[in-house]
């Protein structure tokens, strides 16, 4: 998930947080699980969640795109005797493991698990000093080849919306002219370069890095646009009265989910400039109230589910649209991916 930018010792700051799985209650009412039913868990992470809904009698589908959380999770699969299986993957493409009628029910947990931050030689945590990593699968760019070789105002739209960091400018700017000299190499290298060039004020809840460590790990992941594309493929994958349940810890995560499913909704579209209006069949319809925030409780005994949000809708009965990633408004970073060649 993404990084809580509240206060304490939270993941955004590196710190060690047991696994718990958030809103899990709020998850399994929203997603009904029971015997004959089959449910994708797009991020297997700790196996939280699938657990949950293995011991409420549906069958689960299991996705993760790191190798360690696949290699973690065989001894659950093992124990559960053909009702889980388990896939390394990414969550974008899963609907091409749902079965041929459908499938009941999917929930994603995005973004970067507790397990990760943990281990230092991954680079996400800048706590735990380590190499500037960042990569959940272990292949592709990497955060030092972002840091040490984009553009400058590449590096500014990076930090600026993705980590929505108000001195990206500044902070950009230092990184180019430190790298000339020597390229950054480990988390606590450029988490100490950033505290230098924008100092932590006595009102701060988190460390000057937090946003700038944030955005870099969504970047090399492309955690959005991950997210964008398993939205669509979920819409082709669940069956009609399927459940689609997302919980999300980011502003930017949870804009991206709302805006498809108001797009999903069936109202109607059309210019304020032009009188035509295009009236449209849904293909997905709200759960309860459409929004559920974790209760104070939890999120004392959980500072990971201070910045969950929860959206579930169902899906309908109608064929499902073209996807159209116009409608998340995302930014075009595609020349900054080709880094890698």
Do not use: C
């Amino acid at each position: 998930m993404m990084t809580d930018l509240g206060g304490g010792n939270t993941e955004a700051e590196g710190g060690p947080v047991r696994h718990i799985p958030v809103l899990l209650k709020e998850v399994l009412d929203a997603l009904e699980p029971q015997a004959g039913k089959v449910i994708l868990d797009g991020t297997f992470g700790a196996g939280g969640y699938t657990s949950a809904i293995l011991s409420a009698g549906a069958d689960v589908i299991a996705l993760d795109r790191d190798p360690t959380a696949i290699a973690a999770g065989q001894a659950m699969v093992a124990a559960h005797g053909g009702h889980l299986t388990l896939n390394h993957t990414q969550f974008s493409v899963l609907d091409r493991f749902a079965p041929e009628d459908g499938l009941d029910g999917i929930v994603l947990d995005i973004g970067v698990s507790s397990m990760q931050i943990d281990e230092a030689e991954r680079g996400f945590s800048f706590q735990k000093n380590g190499p500037l990593d960042m990569r959940m699968s272990g292949a592709g760019v990497s955060a030092a080849d972002v840091v040490n070789r984009a553009k400058v105002s590449d590096l500014i739209r990076i930090f600026g919306f993705l980590g929505e960091e108000k001195q990206a400018g500044r902070i950009a700017r230092a990184i180019e002219k430190r790298r000339a000299t020597h390229p950054f190499e480990t988390t606590r290298d450029l988490a100490g370069m950033i505290e230098i060039v924008t100092p932590r004020k006595a009102k701060d809840k988190i460390h000057p890095a937090t946003r700038v460590f944030q955005a870099l790990r969504v970047f090399v992941n492309d955690e959005l646009g991950e997210l964008a594309q398993a939205l669509f493929a979920a819409e082709q994958a669940l069956k009609p009265g399927g459940r689609l349940v997302v919980v999300t810890f980011h502003s930017l995560e949870d804009r991206i989910v709302k805006k498809f499913f108001s797009d999903r909704s069936g109202k109607a579209t059309g210019s304020r400039h032009l009188p035509m209006v295009v009236e449209r069949l849904a293909t997905f319809e709200p759960v309860g109230k459409g929004l559920l925030a974790a209760t104070e409780e939890e999120a004392e005994i959980n500072p990971r589910a201070r910045s969950a949000k929860l959206r579930a809708a169902i899906r309908t009965v109608h064929p499902a649209m073209k996807a159209d990633f116009s409608i998340f408004d995302l930014p075009d970073l595609a020349e900054i991916e080709r880094l890698g060649g």
